[in-house]
């Protein structure tokens, strides 16, 4: 009568532990997908936000380079003329778009 006591009693414990450590885990899961939805969600855009941050500091410094070198080339000229230059070559050296290119050199003129 003992025995089966103490087989019962051992299977109950065996389930039990069992089933602890299947509910720890599947805590464990709920855990990382927390963690995971958290970062997609406010890690990553932050993250982008500061790629188009150092991407926009390079397109200015390029433009400033530009404008600079509009200055040394036509040193007594009116070289806002040469504005349509500057922007082509904004855009043959970053890719960008027509719009972005002018908005930089304007930038870049209006800091000077």
Do not use: Q
């Not at 899961?29 to 963690?35: I, N, S, Y």
């Not at 960008?96 to 003129?109: C, F, Q, Y």
């Amino acid at each position: 009568m003992m025995l089966l006591v103490i087989s019962i009693l051992g299977s109950v414990i065996e389930f039990l532990a069992n089933n602890i450590l299947g509910l720890a885990g599947g805590m464990g899961t709920v855990f990382l997908a927390l963690v995971a939805w958290v970062a997609k969600k406010y890690l990553v855009p932050f993250l982008v936000v500061e790629k188009r941050m150092r991407y926009a500091r390079y397109i200015a410094s390029i433009a400033d380079e530009i404008t600079d070198d509009l200055v040394r080339k036509y040193p007594d000229k009116e070289w806002v003329v040469y504005f349509d230059e500057a922007v082509d070559k904004i855009i043959s050296v970053c890719g960008i778009d027509t719009e972005v290119a002018a908005r930089a050199i304007s930038a870049a003129l209006a800091r000077k």
